[in-house]
């Protein structure tokens, strides 16, 4: 037996995808992604962030949400339906499980917590995605919380969060496209 043609496709695609987005800008060209770097200036703290041109960051935006959303065939819950595909290997299945699991471990994490309440790493994604930089709807719960959370004095920080979380993404997405591959390999393509 042999894995089905249209799964093979979807792993197929899924592998393309990855290739194209980890071929994009963002990662080139720094030893240091994102972050930050802090010193003491007389008495307060100074704080510079790096992280990618906006530029960059939106061509991954417009890749990187195809494996978040639920209606696109490659996303990281919609490869699970491949699960019932006996001829996909268990190893292929323990792996997908594996990082899918620690993604949404890490984004269920608690970000900030203070006086307003308390965002996860998930908050801070989609209030980026959706809230600010993929859509543009008032009446969505990531608008709103954007619109809550993000001010003039701590827009650097929620922005470079936002950044560590499509670092964990990409990680994410980097290696179950590895497994795909072997996975491919194992049914004796690519």
């Given at each position: 037996m042999t894995i089905k043609?249209?799964?093979?496709?979807?792993?197929?695609e899924?592998i393309?995808r990855?290739?194209y987005?980890?071929?994009?800008s963002?990662?080139?060209?720094?030893?240091k992604i994102?972050?930050?770097?802090g010193?003491?200036?007389?008495d307060k703290?100074?704080i510079n962030?790096f992280?990618?041109?906006?530029?960059k960051?939106?061509?991954?935006l417009?890749?990187?949400?195809?494996?978040?959303?639920?209606?696109?065939d490659?996303?990281?819950?919609?490869l699970?339906e491949l699960?019932?595909?006996?001829e996909?290997s268990?190893q292929?299945?323990?792996e997908?499980e594996h990082y899918?699991?620690?993604l949404?471990?890490?984004l269920?994490?608690?970000?900030v917590?203070g006086?307003?309440g308390?965002?996860i790493?998930r908050?801070?994604?989609?209030?980026?995605?959706?809230?600010k930089?993929?859509?543009?709807?008032?009446d969505?719960?990531s608008?709103?919380?954007?619109?809550?959370?993000v001010t003039?004095?701590?827009?650097?920080i929620?922005?470079?969060t936002?950044?560590?979380?499509l670092?964990?993404i990409l990680a994410?997405?980097t290696?179950i496209?590895?497994?795909?591959r072997?996975?491919?390999?194992?049914h004796?393509?690519?």
């Open positions: 043609p249209e799964n093979k496709k979807l792993l197929e899924f393309k990855v290739e987005t980890t071929s994009l963002y990662l080139d060209g720094k030893d994102v972050g930050g770097e010193r003491m200036v007389g703290w100074e962030f992280q990618p041109s906006d530029e960051r939106d061509a991954l417009f890749n990187i949400r195809l494996f978040l959303q639920d209606k696109d490659i996303s990281l819950r919609r699970a699960y019932d595909d006996p996909i268990n292929w299945k323990r997908h899918r699991k620690e949404n471990t890490r269920d994490r608690i970000a917590q006086p307003n308390k965002l790493y908050d801070i994604l989609n209030m980026f995605l959706y809230g930089f993929g859509h543009h709807d008032r969505d719960k608008y709103k919380l954007y619109n809550e959370w003039d004095n701590n827009y650097e929620m922005h470079n936002f950044h560590t979380v670092v964990w994410v997405i290696n496209s590895i497994a795909s072997e996975e491919l390999q194992r004796g393509t690519k």
